[in-house]
């Protein structure tokens, strides 16, 4: 299985865009799966996932702003960022709920712009 992020760009402070995670097999059925960003300087954070449960969760900073969703049909997951930030310029990726090294891929970058 390989995952294809896209949908990033450079807004402004307020703006949105909606991310994609694309995979080329059914993935998102079988393992729960999350939206992954790194900052520059920073550490790789987790911004949102599914549970093995089937629930969402969200990182307290982005809680009110993003939402996960995912289409199983197309084999693809979302990830919609609204009032963007400064503070939300990273490269965001996907993966796997906890995440696996084989799947992490280039990323898609989000420059906001103040």
């Known amino acids: 299985v390989q995952l294809q992020v896209s949908g990033g760009g450079l807004v402004q402070a307020g703006g949105s865009l909606r991310l994609s995670c694309a995979a080329s097999?059914?993935?998102?059925?079988?393992?729960?799966m999350g939206w992954y960003r790194q900052a520059p300087g920073k550490q790789r954070e987790l911004v949102a996932a599914?549970?093995?449960?089937?629930?969402?969760n969200y990182a307290d900073s982005v809680k009110g702003r993003f939402t996960i969703s995912r289409d199983n049909a197309k084999n693809t997951m979302y990830l919609q960022v609204n009032s963007l930030k400064p503070e939300d310029t990273a490269v965001y990726y996907c993966?796997?709920?906890?995440?696996?090294?084989?799947?992490w891929g280039q990323g898609t970058l989000v420059t906001v712009s103040s």
């Open positions: 599914f549970t093995s449960g089937g629930s969402t």
């Open positions: 097999g059914s993935i998102f059925r079988l393992i729960p």
């Open positions: 993966n796997t709920n906890p995440p696996r090294s084989q799947f």
